[in-house]
């Protein structure tokens, strides 16, 4: 699986985003799929995860009541919706896939052996 993540941009505060994630290759059914953000100088931090069929979900305390993962496995991809977006929410954000089990989420970085290149989500008035 390769994965390509898009929709970043720059925004105001409280202004909202949606980030795409795609797999060009191969089906993404069997696999548990994450978003994770680095901002600058900062450690990469879990986002968000969603299990093969979409109906478990994990978020990181930040995220909770503001972004909302979901997927399409039709068309091989993930979305993260941002809503409310703040200033501390500046940071690449790069989507990731493990092959996992029905109903598994994953929210380590360091369980996730796939990656996609990042993209830029920029908060600033």
């Known amino acids: 699986v390769q994965l390509q993540a898009s929709g970043g941009g720059l925004v105001q505060p409280g202004e909202s985003l949606r980030l795409s994630c795609q797999s060009s290759?191969?089906?993404?059914?069997?696999?548990?799929m994450g978003w994770f953000r680095q901002a600058p100088g900062k450690e990469r931090e879990f986002v968000a995860t969603?299990?093969?069929?979409?109906?478990?979900?994990d978020y990181a305390d930040f995220a909770k009541g503001r972004f909302t993962i979901s997927r399409e496995n039709a068309k091989n991809t993930v979305h993260l919706q941002l809503r409310s977006l703040k200033a501390e929410d500046t940071a690449v954000y790069y989507c990731?896939?493990?092959?996992?089990?029905?109903?598994?989420?994953?929210?380590?970085?360091?369980?996730?052996?796939?990656w996609g290149r990042g993209t830029l989500v920029t908060v600033s008035s």
């Open positions: 969603i299990s093969r069929g979409g109906t478990v979900r």
């Open positions: 990731a896939a493990k092959q996992g089990v029905t109903g598994q989420t994953i929210n380590s970085k360091n369980l996730y052996d796939i």
């Open positions: 290759e191969r089906s993404i059914v069997p696999y548990v």
